[in-house]
């Protein structure tokens, strides 16, 4: 059974930073092309980030300078720091797991909030 658990949300003022972490359990991480959503409140879910198994990434627009994706397969974890955050930036925070090869896969944690506010 495969499982992604996420931690490291909170509550910070702006300008401050946090880093995500996200481990995966029950498959082959290294194999996953992984990725960070968010969704504020009211809001559609939206990709923040994405890292293919081979290591290219992909930053939306909206944090490109500030949020940094990476992954450590021997920990089987992908991270997501997150520097200058601003209000904006508050929202849940999900990891998800992609599994293009046959019979392919798709999974979600939990979610993780993150609050900006001063």
């Known amino acids: 059974q495969v499982q992604l658990v996420e931690s490291g949300g909170g509550l910070v003022q702006p300008g401050e930073s946090l880093r995500l972490s996200c481990t995966v359990s029950?498959?082959?991480?290294?194999?996953?092309?992984m990725g960070w959503y968010r969704q504020a409140p009211g809001k559609q879910r939206e990709l923040v980030a994405v890292i293919t198994s081979g290591g290219s990434t992909n930053h939306a627009d909206f944090v490109k300078g500030r949020f940094t994706i990476s992954r450590d397969n021997a920990e089987s974890t992908v991270y997501l720091q997150m520097n200058s955050l601003k209000p904006e930036d508050t929202a849940v925070y999900f990891c998800n797991a992609v599994k293009y090869t046959w019979p392919g896969g798709n999974y979600w944690g939990q979610g993780t909030q993150v609050t900006v506010s001063s």
């Open positions: 029950g498959t082959i991480f290294s194999i996953y092309t």
